[in-house]
């Protein structure tokens, strides 16, 4: 459920073209998500390319967005 809902995300909006940043932000989530009660999962961390600040998670993909 929550790949489908990554790839419809991805479609829909767009990630931010700047691969330093995307790299940036993954190092950043994955050492928030290693001290986290569910260290061991898969957890993937990308910029949406939109203009709204905002943040928000998809359920079983370890995916969230900024």
């Known amino acids: 459920m929550g790949r489908e809902a990554d790839q419809q995300v991805a479609a829909s ?34 910029v949406v390319d939109d203009a709204a600040v905002n943040a928000f998670a998809l359920p079983g993909a370890g995916c969230s967005r900024i």
Do not use: C, K, M
Request: charged fraction near 15%.
């Open 13 to 46: 909006i767009g990630l931010y073209p700047d691969t330093a940043l995307q790299s940036y932000v993954q190092r950043a989530g994955a050492a928030l998500a290693s001290t986290s009660e569910r260290p061991g999962l898969q957890w993937t961390f990308r």
